[in-house]
């Protein structure tokens, strides 16, 4: 009986301090709903100058199942020494490299076209980074002549030959790769990932200006798929030029023997003396075995360049970006909502950590 009238009382007591706090939050509903107005506008003012944010994406797959079609000729390019090896996955491969600043520089020093002006893409970028207010700031402590006590206020690339930078230059090449693909203290523009499901691979960046990253994505995947397939292609494309080049001396001193003994007949007009006969014999000897040589080596040649056709990877382009891009950017209407309830939470808040120190220091 006596434990039903505690369970009672705490109820009622609940019930009490409830009704207490609405009635505080009543009290004061007008301060409240200024106070949600005020943080609304104050959140709109401070993102009223935010640019608006613009994500091109460009997909494209890596088509590796032709080199499954030369199952059986892979054994006799074996042979030969031409060995194809096994397929395997180089999407991670492809992820690293876009991120790599190999081909980053190779991206950035490419001069393109935007609004009307021409120059390195780099400065294209550092120019949106700086309308972001993301670009480098000298900070207020500096030591000595460290790289953190130069200044890229107001800095554009000149030259691309990475060869002769200087400190400010490399300075200003690593601060905008870091803008591109991030670190522990800066979220990246850049994205590059694959679907495990597909395979389909995607690169993405946002910028302010919608043309810029549209051309960003475009020129990066071309320097990507070309430094991609010339690497993949290095080892099979250096044994097929030696292979190329044998088959072309051949070629060149069958011809050379050829030549001689045609001019050794046209001479000497079938008048021959028998040390004339033993040169005759000679030339025709070495023609017999060069014409057994080029055989061999044109069926070298081949299997070369089936081996160097193999190997070579094929990039497929899916979608490319085009105009218009819708802006990702949040509306002011989302920044009034998000104010507004923040201000009126906020409000609420306080007067609850309010009324409850009243209500403890009276009881």
Not at 127 to 156: A, I, P, T, V
Not at 161 to 168: G, L, Q, V, W, Y
Not at 228 to 239: D, F, L, P, R, S
């Amino acid at each position: 009986m006596q434990e039903e009238y505690h369970k009672d009382f705490s109820l009622k007591e609940l019930i009490l301090q409830v009704n207490a706090y609405i009635g505080e939050f009543l009290k004061y509903k007008f301060r409240i709903v200024i106070a949600g107005i005020l943080a609304a506008v104050l959140l709109c003012v401070l993102n009223l100058n935010n640019p608006p944010r613009y994500k091109a994406d460009l997909t494209f797959m890596l088509n590796e199942d032709a080199r499954q079609g030369f199952g059986s000729l892979s054994g006799i390019l074996g042979q030969f020494g031409f060995g194809i090896g096994q397929t395997e996955s180089n999407l991670d491969k492809i992820v690293e490299l876009s991120l790599s600043r190999n081909i980053a520089e190779r991206t950035l020093f490419t001069e393109t076209e935007l609004n009307g002006s021409t120059n390195y893409l780099a400065n294209h970028l550092i120019s949106n980074f700086e309308n972001e207010k993301k670009w480098y700031r000298k900070g207020l402590l500096s030591f000595g002549s460290s790289e953190d006590d130069l200044s890229l206020e107001g800095f554009h690339f000149s030259s691309a030959n990475t060869e002769a930078f200087d400190i400010i230059d490399n300075k200003a090449l690593k601060h905008l790769h870091r803008l591109l693909v991030g670190d522990k203290n800066t979220s990246p523009a850049f994205f590059s990932d694959y679907s495990e499901v597909t395979g389909i691979m995607q690169l993405s960046i946002v910028t302010a200006n919608q043309d810029l990253s549209i051309l960003f994505v475009n020129t990066l995947f071309d320097k990507l798929s070309t430094y991609y397939v010339e690497k993949a292609i290095e080892k099979q494309e250096y044994e097929y030029n030696i292979i190329k080049s044998k088959y072309d001396s051949i070629i060149n001193r069958l011809s050379a023997v050829q030549y001689q003994l045609a001019d050794f007949q046209d001479r000497y007009q079938n008048l021959f003396r028998q040390q004339d006969k033993l040169k005759e014999k000679q030339l025709r000897t070495e023609e017999q075995k060069l014409l057994l040589m080029i055989g061999e080596a044109e069926k070298q040649v081949q299997i070369a360049s089936i081996a160097l056709e193999n190997r070579t990877p094929f990039i497929q382009l899916i979608d490319a970006p085009i105009p218009p891009i819708k802006s990702s950017s949040k509306s002011v209407l989302y920044f009034a909502v998000l104010g507004f309830f923040a201000g009126v939470f906020t409000s609420l808040l306080f007067l609850f950590a309010r009324k409850s120190y009243r209500d403890i220091m009276n009881s």
